[in-house]
């Protein structure tokens, strides 16, 4: 199976909203709600901030949100900040013979 | 605090082994499946393996089915990743991960893996 398709890059100003998309198949994104999202910044350990498409885990700022329709998930950051600009990772469970993917991750300057 | 502490990554030449070690704290191990995920320089991130709480179930990823093979020991906390044929395009950072509602909620630091000869 392929990775899940992200955008590369991304850039927006503080204070605005950036949506990232992440698109699989049937296979994958959409027959199971079970995409989780990653923050990671340079030099760091990935961190996870979307399960199970649309949660938050404790203490995840409520500017993240997730969601799904179709093939498609996304992620919403609303009001950027700058510790915001990371590299964000999309992961979605795939069946038994392979059952994770992800994303190839998409970049965020945040200008 | 959940702590994951990797161990093990190093030089190896192309063709060579290496075992890679996990050592978990600050949670009941034995109640969670874990999995290796790495990340090659400059590159993203691609799952490797997942085993079971009870090591009942194991995956692979098909890049190294075949080569590598997890293992865990409850009574020591530990997940291991024995890597064997060892090629250019495994050379990477090694992360090991605890599973929460398929996702992957904790992490640790990495362990580096560099293939040359």
């Known amino acids: 199976q392929s990775a899940l398709t992200q955008p590369a890059s991304v850039s927006r100003s503080p204070g605005q909203s950036i949506t990232i998309s992440c698109t699989g198949s049937r296979s994958d994104v959409g027959s199971y709600n079970l995409v989780s999202w990653y923050q990671q910044h340079p030099g760091k350990a990935p961190k996870l901030i979307i399960y199970?498409?649309?949660k938050r885990p404790s203490g995840v700022s409520n500017r993240f949100s997730g969601s799904k329709s179709g093939n498609t998930a996304s992620l919403t950051i609303s009001g950027l900040q700058g510790e915001d600009e990371a590299d964000y990772y999309c992961?979605?469970?795939?069946?038994?013979?392979?059952?994770?993917?992800f994303g190839g991750g998409t970049k965020l300057t945040v200008l | 605090e959940v702590q994951l502490l990797e161990s093990g990554g190093g030089l190896v030449q192309p063709g060579g082994s290496l075992r890679l070690s996990c050592a978990a704290s600050g949670f009941t191990f034995s109640i969670y499946a874990m999995a290796w995920v790495r990340q090659a320089p400059g590159r993203g991130l691609e799952w490797v393996s997942a085993m079971s709480d009870d090591g009942g179930y194991i995956y692979y990823a098909d890049s190294v089915k075949g080569r590598f093979t997890i293992s865990r020991d409850n009574s020591k906390n530990t997940l291991y990743l024995q890597m064997n044929s060892l090629r250019a395009d495994d050379a990477a950072t090694y992360y090991c991960?605890?599973?929460?509602?398929?996702?992957?909620?904790?992490w640790g630091q990495g362990t580096l893996v560099t293939v040359s000869s």
């Open positions: 199970e498409t649309t």
């Open positions: 991960a605890q599973e929460y509602d398929s996702a992957w909620q904790n």
């Open positions: 992961c979605s469970y795939a069946g038994r013979i392979t059952p994770w993917l």
